[in-house]
């Protein structure tokens, strides 16, 4: 894995401004007077996140609903404005070239709005058109391992099936980086398997990948380092296994001794490691 960077954020903040209500009332006879007054408060969703990644690497923001995992990603995809800080994706300024970042990057969302009523290769094809790529329909779905529902509506599709359409989607333009937002929320454990070895595939052959997700295991086995978030600033960063020596070293155990297998993998055990489909 190369060490040049290719996404850099340096003190990159966003606020929002939040509205709140205070309503008074004043009676004069039978007539209520009701005075509003809007008064604007202003917070910050991030607040000064800064790191850098490497080419071919995958990595994984994690942490709590809200604590920011979702629009530091969409700000580095160009979805969201940032009030400050800088941000350079493959060498290029975010602020004076987001059109040519746009055409490197790939980006799967945690809800993405497909036409229901057309089927995969119509969806490719216009996706392809947005992109203005010339593609191979089947090759993709061969990707993802969906070539025999390559005639089926979006709207049939299970949902481990819609996401690893999704990922199709985002390798129609040969992105240098991909973006995956929370990818196996909701999946079932076989599924959410099958999702991981696609990934990891992707991976390996040179894509750098950046990952949210809320499940620790999958953060663990797919990414080279972990990024730690918490109220809109990144608490730490560093690989799985230096976090976890890093608490070890504070004194830290575990209430429980840890079992060499989890109920998941006995799942997957007794039905089955290639995925079924629904």
Same mark, same amino acid.
């Given at each position: 894995?190369?060490?040049?960077?290719?996404?850099?954020?340096?003190? %990159?903040?966003?606020?929002?401004?939040?509205?709140?209500?205070?309503?008074?009332?004043?009676?004069?006879?039978?007539?209520?007077?009701?005075?509003?007054?809007?008064?604007?408060?202003?917070? /910050?969703?991030?607040?000064?996140?800064?790191?850098? $990644?490497?080419?071919?690497?995958?990595?994984?923001? $994690?942490?709590?609903?809200?604590?920011?995992?979702?629009?530091?990603?969409?700000?580095?995809?160009?979805?969201?404005?940032?009030?400050?800080?800088?941000?350079?994706?493959?060498?290029?300024?975010?602020?004076?070239?987001?059109?040519?970042?746009?055409?490197?990057?790939? %980006?799967?969302?945690?809800?993405?709005?497909?036409?229901?009523?057309?089927?995969? $290769?119509?969806?490719?094809?216009?996706?392809?058109?947005?992109?203005?790529? +010339?593609?191979? !329909?089947?090759?993709?779905?061969?990707? %993802?391992?969906?070539?025999?529902?390559?005639?089926?509506?979006?709207?049939?599709?299970?949902?481990?099936?819609?996401?690893? /359409?999704?990922?199709?989607?985002?390798?129609?333009?040969? !992105?240098?980086?991909?973006?995956?937002?929370?990818?196996?929320?909701?999946?079932?454990?076989?599924?959410?398997?099958?999702?991981?070895?696609?990934?990891?595939?992707?991976?390996?052959?040179?894509?750098?990948?950046?990952?949210?997700?809320?499940?620790?295991?999958?953060?663990?086995?797919?990414?080279?380092?972990?990024? $730690?978030?918490?109220?809109?600033?990144?608490?730490?960063?560093?690989? !799985?296994?230096?976090?976890?020596?890093?608490?070890?070293? +504070?004194? /830290?155990?575990?209430?429980?001794?840890?079992?060499?297998?989890?109920?998941?993998? %006995?799942?997957?055990?007794?039905?089955?490691?290639?995925?079924?489909?629904?």
């Amino acid at each position: 894995m190369s060490t040049e960077k290719i996404v850099e954020v340096t003190d %990159v903040k966003m606020a929002y401004r939040r509205t709140r209500h205070r309503v008074s009332s004043l009676k004069q006879t039978a007539i209520e007077t009701i005075k509003r007054r809007m008064e604007y408060e202003q917070f /910050f969703a991030l607040n000064g996140v800064s790191f850098d $990644i490497a080419r071919g690497e995958t990595v994984s923001i $994690i942490g709590r609903n809200g604590a920011g995992k979702s629009t530091t990603l969409e700000i580095i995809e160009t979805l969201r404005s940032k009030t400050s800080g800088e941000i350079f994706v493959d060498g290029m300024n975010l602020d004076k070239s987001p059109n040519d970042i746009k055409r490197i990057i790939g %980006v799967q969302l945690q809800t993405s709005g497909y036409y229901p009523n057309l089927n995969l $290769i119509e969806l490719l094809h216009l996706f392809a058109g947005l992109y203005n790529e +010339t593609i191979d !329909p089947f090759a993709l779905l061969d990707k %993802v391992n969906l070539r025999d529902k390559s005639k089926s509506k979006f709207k049939e599709m299970s949902g481990g099936q819609k996401q690893r /359409f999704s990922i199709a989607t985002t390798l129609i333009n040969k !992105p240098k980086i991909i973006f995956l937002d929370e990818p196996t929320t909701g999946l079932d454990p076989q599924a959410r398997r099958n999702l991981w070895e696609l990934i990891k595939e992707i991976r390996d052959q040179g894509t750098t990948v950046i990952i949210t997700t809320h499940y620790m295991d999958e953060a663990e086995v797919l990414c080279d380092r972990v990024a $730690i978030i918490d109220s809109g600033k990144i608490i730490a960063i560093a690989t !799985p296994d230096q976090l976890i020596d890093d608490l070890v070293a +504070t004194g /830290f155990e575990r209430p429980k001794e840890v079992k060499k297998a989890s109920l998941e993998d %006995v799942f997957i055990k007794l039905t089955g490691h290639v995925l079924r489909e629904e």
